[in-house]
Nanobody, 123 residues
Framework: QVQLVESGGGLVQAGGSLRLSCAAS????????MGWFRQAPGKEREFVAA????????YYADSVKGRLTISRDNAKNTVYLQMSSLKPEDTAVYYC????????????????WGQGTQVTVSS
């Protein structure tokens, strides 16, 4: 089992920045691919970014490329999502997730999920 706890969400003005964190406990964190997803009201959960176990490979949704950056610190069992140039359409609950093998973009491909953290971007 892997337990994931997100933090760092909040209210920010358009153009602003936030850094989300996801702390993991349980099984060896470094063995997992980590992903960030988001879900806006009335919409399906969508892929945002993912990072390989070593941190050497990352992948982003087109809508966030150049504005959001995923990173991880395996010594701290934590994955981050640095968010900049935020837009109102980035408003959503953000979730981190873990899976064992390979970067994936489908929510159903991930085994473990956090409870989510709300990000609200005002115009």
């Amino acid at each position: 089992q892997v337990q994931l706890v997100e933090s760092g969400g909040g209210l920010v003005q358009a153009g602003g920045s936030l850094r989300l964190s996801c702390a993991a406990s349980g099984r060896t964190f470094s063995g997992y691919v980590m992903g960030w997803f988001r879900q806006a009201p009335g919409k399906e959960r969508e892929f945002v970014a993912a990072i390989s176990w070593s941190g050497s490979n990352t992948y982003y949704a087109d809508s966030v490329k150049g504005r959001l950056t995923i990173s991880r610190d395996n010594a701290k069992n934590t994955v981050y999502l640095q968010m900049s140039s935020l837009k109102p359409e980035d408003t959503a609950v953000y979730y981190c997730a873990a899976r064992r093998v390979g970067i994936a973009t489908l929510p159903g491909s991930y085994e473990y999920w956090g409870q989510g953290t709300q990000v609200t971007v005002s115009s």
